[in-house]
């Protein structure tokens, strides 16, 4: 099973400013990468996949880069309705798909 | 684009089982990939297995083989995981979530499920 790893676990960042999160895969994952978007009693929101290729609705201001082991999800100037926790997925070794354990985007 | 409405809340006991279902309207049932998750109080996203209904076969995470079935009835375009054996740590939210090669393109609202004597 292939183990995601997220950095930091928790983010304090200034409205405005950018975030820069981190994703590690245990192996390689090729560029099968998602990451998802999820705020307090909401289901997940897909942001990315392809490591890189913003989904239907996803701001021009997210993006991702990295293939392999290390990804990084980039906010360039964070509002105030980005604050939330981001997940990483892999889904090129299944079973099963993997998360990482989350990176908390929180209101410095 | 599909829109997925899980069922509601429920309390169970230890040692018994519990069936959530997420109904799919909006677009091609059969041919979609339909994954469920869950997310325990204050814990991360955990990937439990998935279906696709044309094929009826499910394919499960390791950890939960034998003790959850995933199952899909194409005349309701609905799709059912049941858990047996509950135990306290199965206390959580379970999403179901359309997938597209992989990720979660849509997901259901979440069906509390929580575990309690």
């Known amino acids: 099973e292939i183990v995601m790893t997220q950095s930091p676990a928790t983010l304090s960042v200034s409205p405005g400013e950018r975030a820069t999160l981190s994703c590690r895969a245990s192996?390689?994952?090729?560029?099968?990468l998602a990451w998802y978007q999820q705020k307090p009693g909401q289901a997940p929101r897909l942001l990315i996949y392809g490591a890189s290729t913003r989904a239907t609705g996803t701001p021009a201001r997210f993006s991702g880069s990295g293939s392999g082991t290390e990804f990084t999800l980039t906010i360039s100037s964070l509002q105030s309705e980005d604050f939330a926790v981001y997940y990483c997925?892999?889904?090129?070794?299944?079973?099963?798909?993997?998360f990482g354990q989350g990176t908390k985007v929180e209101i410095k | 684009q599909v829109q997925l409405v899980q069922s509601g809340a429920e309390v169970k006991k230890p040692g018994s089982s519990v069936k959530v279902s997420c109904k799919a309207s909006g677009d091609t049932f059969s041919s979609h990939t339909f994954s469920w998750v869950r997310q325990a109080p204050g814990q991360g996203l955990e990937w439990m297995g998935r279906?696709?209904?044309?094929?009826?076969?499910?394919n499960y995470a390791q950890k939960f083989l034998g003790r959850v079935t995933i199952t899909a009835d194409e005349s309701t375009t609905t799709v059912y995981m049941e858990v047996s054996s509950l135990r306290s740590e199965d206390t959580a939210v379970y999403f179901c979530a359309r997938d597209v090669g992989g990720y979660s393109y849509e997901w259901g609202q979440g069906t509390l499920v929580t575990v309690s004597s």
């Open positions: 192996q390689s994952v090729s560029s099968n």
């Open positions: 997925q892999q889904y090129n070794n299944w079973p099963p798909w993997t």
């Open positions: 279906i696709i209904p044309i094929f009826a076969t499910a």
